[in-house]
């Protein structure tokens, strides 16, 4: 059984740019889950979909968002990207609530 | 105050040694995780616990709801155990909420 893959590993982007992230759960697995890590932060969530629909949302401006595809694949943008986005972006999925989690190795996104 | 607290946040071993991590939490919780990580970044959950006690191999969790706590043992620890471990507790959102993590480094 395939994990939680995510692409791609690295990416280094300059401030104003937008970036997207892709997330492909394992199979049959329908929620899938983002999260932000930072040294400063740490691990902070992002945002969570199910079955194509967002069921919740951190703490984080409108810069930052996401949809799901009816295949559960998932992609998050950050749109005008600042320094301070350089982080490690993790997903993770689930078959469903209060099931455990399987996380993808992350995407290490640099802004320059 | 954070809403999940880990101790020790470092915390080194010699190869063989029995170790313990603490996570206290100050919010009502269906389930709470334990993950690893290592260099690297990549994270593998580790258990998922609503109460009592669960064993993996050489890796024991126990959570008190009563107390707001839980533990993760390593008995016989080993260089390869040597990672960031991540409480985090899910307060019946999907909204994980983490603790700052726990280094463990253990030495031959």
């Known amino acids: 059984k395939a994990g939680v893959t995510q692409t791609p590993r690295y990416l280094i982007k300059t401030r104003g740019q937008q970036v997207t992230l892709s997330c492909s759960p394992i199979?049959?697995?329908?929620?899938v889950s983002w999260y932000q890590q930072t040294p400063g932060q740490g691990l902070q969530f992002l945002f969570e979909?199910?079955?194509?629909?967002?069921?919740n949302k951190g703490n984080f401006p409108g810069r930052f968002s996401g949809r799901q595809f009816s295949n559960s694949r998932s992609e998050m943008n950050v749109s005008t990207l600042e320094l301070g986005d350089s982080a490690l972006y993790l997903c993770?999925?689930?078959?469903?609530?209060?099931?455990?989690?399987?996380f993808g190795s992350g995407t290490r996104l640099t802004v320059v | 105050k954070n809403e999940v607290e880990q101790s020790p946040q470092n915390l080194t071993a010699q190869e063989g040694e029995f170790i313990t991590i603490n996570c206290s939490y100050s919010v009502g919780i269906s389930a709470l995780h334990w993950l690893q990580q290592h260099p690297g970044g990549g994270i593998v959950s580790l258990f998922m616990l609503s109460s009592g006690k669960k064993k993996h191999g050489r890796l024991i969790a126990t959570i008190n709801i009563q107390e707001k706590h839980s533990s993760l043992h390593i008995t016989a620890s080993h260089p390869r155990d040597s990672a960031v471990y991540i409480c985090?507790?899910?307060?019946?959102?999907?909204?994980?909420?983490f603790g700052t993590g726990t280094r463990l480094q253990v030495f031959p």
């Open positions: 979909y199910f079955s194509e629909t967002q069921r």
């Open positions: 993770a999925s689930s078959e469903a609530r209060n099931y455990g989690y399987t």
């Open positions: 199979s049959g697995h329908r929620s």
């Open positions: 985090a507790v899910a307060p019946g959102t999907d909204k994980l909420i």
